[in-house]
C-alpha cells in the first residue's frame, strides 16, 4: 500500500512564497510519475504539475515559471515550491502517484491512484 503526506501549507501574502512536500512510502516510489492538483472552493480539481521519474517536468500554464516540481528518491519525496503566489492560488493542494510510469507527464486525475489527504494554501491580497 502507497501512503502520501502532504504538508507545508499555510497562510501567505500575495508575492509570497511556500513550498509544499510530499512524503511517500513504499518501494517503488522512483518508478513512479508524481502529480501535484489542486481544489479551490466551488471548484473542480485541476492539474498543476507532473514529474517523471526521470525528472521530467510539465506544468499547467496558470502556474508556469511561477511553481517548480522536484523530486528526492533518495527520501521519497516530491516537493512543489511555489513563488510570486496570487490570491487564485488559493486552494487544497494534493499531491497523487501514479502507478506507472509515464514518459510525458500525466495531467489528469484518472491517470493516478494514490492521492494524499491535501494541505490548504491560501494567499491573502
Known amino acids: 500500500q502507497v501512503q502520501l503526506v502532504e504538508s507545508g501549507g499555510g497562510l501567505v501574502q500575495a508575492g509570497g512564497s511556500l513550498r509544499l512536500s510530499c512524503a511517500v512510502s513504499?518501494?517503488?516510489?522512483?518508478?513512479?510519475?508524481m502529480g501535484w492538483f489542486r481544489q479551490a472552493p466551488g471548484k473542480d480539481r485541476e492539474f498543476v504539475a507532473t514529474?517523471?521519474?526521470?525528472?521530467?517536468?510539465y506544468y499547467a500554464d496558470s502556474v508556469k515559471g511561477r511553481f517548480t516540481i522536484s523530486r528526492d528518491n533518495a527520501k521519497n519525496t516530491v516537493y512543489l515550491q511555489m513563488n510570486s503566489l496570487k490570491p487564485e492560488d488559493t486552494a487544497v493542494y494534493y499531491c497523487?502517484?501514479?502507478?506507472?510510469?509515464?514518459?510525458?507527464?500525466?495531467?489528469?486525475?484518472?491517470?493516478?491512484?494514490?492521492w494524499g489527504q491535501g494541505t490548504q494554501v491560501t494567499v491573502s491580497s
Open positions: 497523487a502517484a501514479s502507478p506507472t510510469s509515464y514518459s510525458g507527464g500525466a495531467y489528469y486525475a484518472y491517470e493516478y491512484n494514490y
Open positions: 513504499g518501494r517503488t516510489f522512483s518508478r513512479r510519475t
Open positions: 514529474i517523471t521519474w526521470s525528472g521530467r517536468t
